[in-house]
């Protein structure tokens, strides 16, 4: 069985432009999850997407948004980037509770 | 607000020993606790993961302890191996907020 999938491996973008990041879930889970891991800071939850619906937010700007596909699979767009936005952004899957992880995006803001 | 804590930060364990790491949180809500393993480069592996209505679980070399009255749960290691040296993150969440409150992570050292 596939597990979760996201592109690209690696993003440079410049201070100021807009980065799109994708994940496939697993199949059959409905639930996709954004996480960043900053260095320094940890894993910290950025979004939840269920059924197409966004069900919560982290304690992220409104420059952070996604949206969920028909197919489940997902976006996480991050506007006006700026150069603390530099990290892994990780997408996680879940049927239930548990939930599976992607290898991640590293995302580089210069 | 940190919710969860997570200590040591690091950890260095002879080949053969036992790794602990020690999680402790704050919010009664949460209800389910996993632990993460992560590599440099990938992403967190779900390793195991625990309900508050069990004390302990075991999977393998991997048991989860945990102490509901002091809102505190533990990894432990068995015959801890080199290929084991990896991040571990305990984690917690509640009910239908599915989403996951991540300790800080331990580095964990494995010498051969």
């Known amino acids: 069985e596939a597990g979760v999938t996201q592109s690209p491996t690696h993003l440079i973008k410049t201070r100021g432009q807009q980065a799109t990041l994708r994940c496939s879930p697993i199949?059959?889970?409905?639930?996709v999850y954004w996480y960043q891991q900053a260095l320094g800071l940890g894993l910290q939850f950025l979004l939840w997407?269920?059924?197409?619906?966004?069900?919560n937010r982290g304690n992220f700007p409104p420059r952070f948004s996604g949206r969920q596909f028909p197919n489940y699979s997902s976006e996480l767009n991050v506007n006006a980037l700026e150069l603390e936005d530099s990290a892994l952004y990780l997408c996680?899957?879940?049927?239930?509770?548990?939930?599976?992880f992607g290898p991640g995006t590293r995302l580089t803001v210069t | 607000q940190q919710q969860v804590k997570q200590s040591p930060q690091s950890l260095i364990v002879q080949k053969g020993g036992i790794s602990i790491i020690n999680c402790a949180y704050e919010?009664?809500?949460?209800?389910?606790f996993p632990w993460y393993q992560q590599f440099p480069g990938k992403g967190p592996a779900l390793l195991i993961a625990?309900?508050?209505?069990?004390s302990e679980k075991k999977e393998g070399r991997f048991t989860i302890s945990f102490n509901k009255s002091a809102k505190q749960f533990s990894l432990h290691i068995m015959d801890s191996q080199p290929g084991d040296s990896a991040t571990y993150f305990c984690?917690?969440?509640?009910?239908?907020?599915?989403?996951?409150?991540f300790g800080s992570g331990t580095q964990l050292t494995v010498l051969p």
């Open positions: 996680a899957s879940s049927l239930v509770a548990e939930q599976y």
């Open positions: 199949s059959g889970h409905t639930s």
């Open positions: 997407y269920d059924e197409g619906e966004e069900r």
């Open positions: 919010n009664t809500a949460f209800d389910y």
């Open positions: 625990i309900r508050p209505d069990v």
């Open positions: 984690a917690a969440s509640k009910g239908s907020a599915r989403q996951l409150t």
